[in-house]
């Protein structure tokens, strides 16, 4: 059962891939919030390039794609310290270096900011202070500043705008709570109510995947049964010839012997 259900599903090219070149975390988030959502989804590595591929059952395609576009999966890949800094110039100029440490910055906060259950993706820009170097009372020439827009699910406020201004100020030197400008905005609702998976022999999908395997296995035992049919009868119309033919050679045999005798 177990090896009649893949063939099935190879021959008939019942899966599809929904995302490609993703990285593991990624895939795994995907994969994860697909099955919380009925949908089976399997992970493997991407032929075709770098990273794995998703793959869920045809049937399933657009209540996938409509669901992870409303969760906003897969993320993109964000940059931190370590990826800002892992290939960096020998001779970076004071622009390029300031630069590089704001983006590396800002990309650990969105780190941190996405990790809140329920907040779908963060976009966070930062202006760190430019010291006034003849300023007597040391107050910069431009203060830090920041501003935050937070992307949450339909219906869900996960984390409270306080709480966001004391994150992000306390993640930059010299930025204070109150000059942290946070937007938020809803996502798009998810389609539709979670779907439960069913069993079919050993394996997990959802109900009219199951009902599309159901129907090809009948479909393929009718035509198995049709054709053991028609072998059988062949096999017997030739057995009956062979029967008629073995009765006429003995009877041509014994219609010969007194015509050889005499």
Same mark, same amino acid.
């Given at each position: 059962m177990r090896y009649f259900g893949i063939v099935v599903v190879l021959l008939l090219g019942c899966s599809a891939a929904i995302e490609h070149g993703l990285d593991e975390p990624? @895939?795994? /988030?995907?994969?994860?919030?697909? /099955?919380?959502?009925g949908i089976s989804a399997s992970k493997g590595r =991407? /032929?075709?390039g770098d990273g794995f591929v998703i793959s869920v059952a045809k049937a399933d395609v657009v209540r996938s794609m409509e669901l992870l576009r409303s969760l906003g999966l897969p993320r993109g890949r964000r940059t931190g310290f370590g990826e800002v800094y892992k290939q960096s110039g020998l001779l970076p100029t004071p622009t390029e270096e300031r630069a590089k440490y704001v983006e590396a910055l800002s990309g650990e906060i969105v780190k941190t900011l996405e990790t809140v259950d329920g907040v779908v993706s963060a976009r966070v820009h930062l202006v760190l202070p430019e010291p /006034? #170097?003849?300023?007597? =009372?040391?107050? #910069?020439?431009? #203060? @830090?500043? @920041?501003?935050v827009l937070l992307k949450t699910r339909a219906g869900a406020s996960p984390i409270a705008e306080p709480d966001v201004r004391k994150l992000v100020a306390g993640a930059v030197p010299g930025l204070d709570p109150a000059a942290v400008a946070v937007v938020f905005t809803s996502g798009a609702e998810s389609p539709g109510p979670a779907v439960g998976l069913v069993s079919l022999g050993p394996m997990r999908m959802t109900a009219n995947s199951r009902n599309v395997l159901v129907g090809v296995g009948a479909t393929a035992g009718v035509l198995l049964a049709a054709l053991a049919g028609l072998v059988l009868a062949m096999v017997r119309r030739l057995r009956a010839t062979g029967a008629v033919n073995a009765v006429q050679g003995r009877g041509d045999a014994g219609g010969a012997s007194p015509t050889a005798s005499s």
């Open positions: 990624a @895939a795994n /988030e995907v994969v994860t919030s697909l /099955e919380r959502a =991407d /032929e075709g /006034e #170097p003849l300023a007597m =009372d040391g107050k #910069p020439r431009v #203060p @830090a500043q @920041a501003a």
